[in-house]
Nanobody, 126 residues
Framework: EVQLVESGGGSVQAGGSLRLSCAAS????????MGWFRQAPGKEREGVAA???????SYADSVKGRFTISKDNAKNTLYLQMNSLKPEDTAIYYC?????????????????????RGQGTQVTVS
């Protein structure tokens, strides 16, 4: 079973930055697509950013140009650099991974295709 552990959440003022990290089981990055989704109170899950095993990336329109997803295979760690944060970015952010096949843009289908997720980390922007 894949285990994912997020860190790096917190509270920040609008315009600020945070970097989320996700430590994963060995071999996860070479075999799985991975990404981040978020869920705000009373709202549905939203795919934020995703990265496939070939390192291709995709983003939600709401975060393009502000968020960057990356991975360090040597450290088995996934990152989400979040800049120019807005109050509407406030949510619990989850790291997730999967191997299910998909068509189209990975970020758009991510919420319906992942198989494992972490416990989440709170991001609050005021």
């Amino acid at each position: 079973e894949v285990q994912l552990v997020e860190s790096g959440g917190g509270s920040v003022q609008a315009g600020g930055s945070l970097r989320l990290s996700c430590a994963a089981s060995r071999y996860t990055y070479s075999r799985y697509f991975m990404g981040w989704f978020r869920q705000a109170p009373g709202k549905e899950r939203e795919g934020v950013a995703a990265i496939d095993s070939d390192s291709s990336t995709s983003y939600a329109d709401s975060v393009k140009g502000r968020f960057t997803i990356s991975k360090d295979n040597a450290k088995n760690t996934l990152y989400l650099q979040m800049n120019s944060l807005k109050p509407e970015d406030t949510a619990i952010y989850y790291c997730a991974a999967g191997t299910r096949s998909y068509t189209g843009d990975l970020c758009s289908v991510f919420v319906g295709r992942f198989m494992y997720r972490g416990q989440g980390t709170q991001v609050t922007v005021s």
